[in-house]
């Protein structure tokens, strides 16, 4: 219908429906605040789970160590067996376990010397070989680098476990930061001549 002197708007009558189009959004308030609260609950556990953690700003160092196998031992596992990420002086040693079979026909006793490829971080990082509770080295990386650990005996197909933990000495104030060294373990297997 078009109203006097009106420009050409119609008006198109609304059918109701018994109650008041105000009503229905006020029924709906504690509704909307409820979900709105649950989002900013939702909203502010994610922030909170998703941060970023706070850091001294100094980053850490970081060693990973792979092993060279002469042909009378096998290792498991085959590449890696410890990465040691975010080293700072005096932060826990990181560890890892290398299994070593003898597969040859006599007991062997296995020595190892470590092959750093950044000689400074071997410098400063020190290293602990054990093998069934006996300390075979406990050094920096580089003295291991110039020396080979005690022995580790292993029967004729049996297994030994070495055991290496690596940290950064609490007393260590640089050449640390920031620093990456693939260390690699020299295994050297000596038969024991005349025993079983």
Known sequence: MVGDGDLGETVVPVATTGYNVMTKMRSNLPLRIAG??????????????????????????????????PGELTVTPKDFFLFARGLKPGSAPQSGVLKVRNITTGPVDVRVKALPSDRELARVADMELSSGGRVMASTTIDALRRHRSGPMRIAVGKVGALRARVWIPRSVKSGYQARFADVTLDLRATVIKGSR
């Open 36 to 69: 709105l609260a649950a989002g900013l609950v939702l909203a502010a556990s994610l922030l909170y789970f998703l941060r970023v953690p706070a850091s001294d700003g100094k980053l850490g160092a970081d060693v990973r160590l792979v092993t060279l196998v």
